[in-house]
């Protein structure tokens, strides 16, 4: 059997040194939270008032569903399956929804264009062969999910709904590793005076992580691996020890029989501690979602030849020791410390706080990672994003969500003090986001993959059986802890829904009033336009028309700049857009009106440039547009829009090194006329120039218009800001109003300003507003 099949084949461009590397790397950003599992599971699950009876088979049961759970959820499903369906390289819930939304035209986004489709990351990931079986059935249930939009509706929400208790998890994760950590506190002191110390000491350990935050992972980032590592050393030789010294013939309780004695013998009670056993998998979920910042082969080299034998070794450990110990107090004394000889219990307790901490810092960037990604989507509303590294794009910090998370986590913590009910809150989280995976993984295999709807409906029916167990014993305790990230998740799922709404009938409101370019070229005439020197960049999201902000500002200030551009910033769905794929650059009306419109296009995970080089980027990229109209490459992809304005692909100006560039300097140097620029004669306190190839040669025309721009370039740009504000109209039901009214326009007006708009001077910045009723 061909073994690529499963694992995949290094990256060419990998060496197996840079493999090994990432795969030590990933120990400590991906599985810190996974490793820690061994922490709370048995404690948890014994708390729902197993007998731990002389024959073991209580603890040979939970045994045997925990070494089956890891085996068949984070190894077959994950490491052998779901690492397969990247994103171009990037994983989590939302990758598998934008990989959705690609092969069937899904998208949330409502100025999606034809021309989007034609990035090369929309290409990337089709399948080179197609069964005609596979590939028929594939396109009936794309089209029906095409034109059903009841169903589009449904898939946003259960991806919002995973996303939901992604955010859920950082809450929980942090406040019951940490708690677990510090619990082993509880054998050094009598059990009435423990509490006093673990709770203060568990919430100053989470206030430390949280405050640490905004230094950024890079800082403290070369601590995590070695942490992991030594953790998962530890453990695996205490499980080496127990197992020597108390049961060597634990083993045996690996067999599948032992699940099955377990749940005859326990019943009920058995079915609820499913709950329990579920946290052995808490962390599986970032063996996908931080797929962008690793590779495929790394993540699966590190959990399978590390992680994995080293939590059976510590399972196996475990449940050799207690198999021993039949008069443990079960609520209090059957944790993990309780397993650590005493000689290295106070070591051990260090280095489970130190790894507890690792495992929660994972998370929490995790769930930064996730809401930019739908921010950048219009699934939730704009907030501030630091980038803490200059060499590692993916590590950010969100001042807002990092302090309510920390208020949140302190909260639950606070609130319910034991193990038992914060795992109950955390295994549901983790088992739903699952569940999520599962049912959107089973639609990628049929409409991305083009693969047999049979091996989807196994597929579906085969983890999706299991999840669905762990997710009803987790759901049964909704009264002990298991309501948090079901009201966590409901309170984020009716934010982002409510600003999609909103963002949704906003977009949808500027293009029904939308102007023709016809009404302006008319109007001049009649109320005296005057141009005035300068660029002026009209933002909007319009990606077609004239936007009715601008009508607004001109029939009551009838003057605008020498050349004005129609300034479109915008999200696709992928999550990177190659630099040379930049930007969409046309005409609208005739060539002397000096009107343009450039749409720039960045994926979910690109980063947003806040400084000059975008205005230098931009200016350069409608310089090469006007010198490649007439001289047309075959490297140039064209769309025809519906007011019929072509748009021509253009890079940024690091990437056209053939192309066009831009020069600017504050002297006043005397001009040198050369064949290849284009300079002002003037003494101008900005001094513009464009560096222009030798060939082809351009015609006066062409030439005209790229004086005329750099001259606009050294007058200044400025910025009209639009803000379009919507209403429900009278005659709207109660829950509209409440939605527009209320909930849009609170987050509207406490959510942050678009990315681009920081860096832009108040004094080159006119603001105009608009209400629409909708």
Known sequence: MDTTLFWGRPEKRDSWRTIFTLAYQSLGVVYGDLSTSPLYVYKSTFAENLQHSETNEEVYGVLCFVFWTLTLIP??????????????????????????????????????????????????????????????????????????????????????????????????TPAISVFSAVSGLELSMAKEHHQYIEVPLACGILVFLFALQHYGTHQVGFLFAPVVIVWLLCISAIGLYNIFYWNPLVYKALSPYYMYKFLKKTKKQGWMALGGILLCITGSEAMFADLGHFSQFSIKLAFTFAVYPSLVLAYMGQAAYLSKHHNLDNEYRIGFYVSVPEKVRWPVLAIAILAAVVGSQAIITGTFSIIKQCSALGCFPRVKIIHTSSKIHGQIYIPLINWILMILCLAVTIGFRDTKRLGNAAGLAVITVMLVSTCLMSLVIVLCWRKSVLLAIAFILFFGSIEALYFSASLIKFFEGAWVPIALSMTFLVVMYVWHYGTVKKYEADVENKVPINWLLSIGPKIGIVRVRGIGLVHTELVTGIPAIFSHFVTNLPAFHQILVFLCIKSVTVPHVRPEERFLVGRVGPKEYRLYRCIARYGYRDMHKDDLEFERDLACSIAEFIRSERTESNNFRHENLDDNERMTVIGTSSTQLDGIQMCENETYASPIIRTSEIIKSEALRKRVRFVLPESPKMDIGTRGELEELMEAREAGIAFIMGHSYVKAKKGSGWMKKLVINYGYDFLRKNSRGPSYALSIPYASTLEVGMVYYV
């Open 75 to 172: 190894l077959l499903k994950y490491v052998f399956i779901v690492l397969r369906a990247d994103d171009n390289g990037e994983g989590g819930t939302f990758a598998l929804y934008s990989l959705l939304c690609r092969h069937a035209r899904l998208s949330s986004l409502p100025n999606h264009q034809l021309a989007d489709e034609e990035l090369s990351a929309y290409t990337i990931d089709r399948p080179q062969t197609e069964n005609s079986s596979n590939f028929s059935f594939s396109s009936c249930l794309k089209s029906t999910l095409e034109k059903c939009k009841v169903l589009q509706k449904m898939l946003l929400v259960l991806a919002l709904i995973g996303t939901c208790m992604v955010i859920g998890d950082g809450v929980l």
